[in-house]
């Protein structure tokens, strides 16, 4: 099932909605590259496990690689080899998450697709 077919279904299984975010950066490439998109679940915006959320730092909403490091304490890092990783606490990261990370869309040609029209799929 694609992406955004499990996206406008997910109501119907009980769940919340996904949002959609634009990825503007290639720092988290190759997983994520500039101008493809982002399926989160905003009701999912704390620490959970050991994934990649979407994150409000530095006022822009980004996807970060989080892990849990101990201590309560969360490595965030994005996958660019310049990137610097940042360990905060679990209270601190849960302030900043805005949800889980639960599935990607590759975009080719933005032309013909227009999911940024109010940012939420749902059904």
């Known amino acids: 099932m694609s992406a955004?077919?499990?996206?406008s279904t997910s109501k119907a299984r009980?769940?919340?909605?996904?949002?959609?975010?634009?990825?503007?950066?290639?720092?988290?490439?190759p997983e994520f590259r500039r101008g493809d998109?982002?399926?989160?679940?905003?009701?999912l915006n704390t620490f959970t496990y050991d994934a990649c959320y979407v994150?409000?730092?530095?006022?822009?909403l980004n996807v970060y690689r989080a892990q849990s490091v101990g201590n309560g304490r969360?490595?965030?890092k994005?996958?660019?080899?310049?990137?610097?990783?940042?360990?905060?606490?679990?209270d601190a990261f849960n302030n900043i998450c805005g949800g889980l990370?639960?599935?990607?869309?590759?975009?080719?040609d933005e032309?013909?697709?227009?999911?940024w029209g109010n940012g939420r799929v749902s059904a």
């Open 4 to 7: 955004l077919t499990l996206a």
């Open 14 to 29: 009980g769940m919340s909605d996904l949002a959609i975010l634009r990825i503007e950066t290639n720092n988290m490439y």
């Open 37 to 43: 998109a982002c399926l989160y679940r905003p009701d």
């Open 55 to 60: 994150v409000r730092y530095l006022d822009a």
């Open 74 to 76: 969360v490595l965030m």
């Open 78 to 90: 994005m996958d660019h080899m310049h990137a610097s990783e940042q360990t905060i606490s679990r």
């Open 101 to 108: 990370v639960v599935g990607r869309v590759n975009i080719l």
């Open 111 to 115: 032309r013909y697709i227009d999911l």
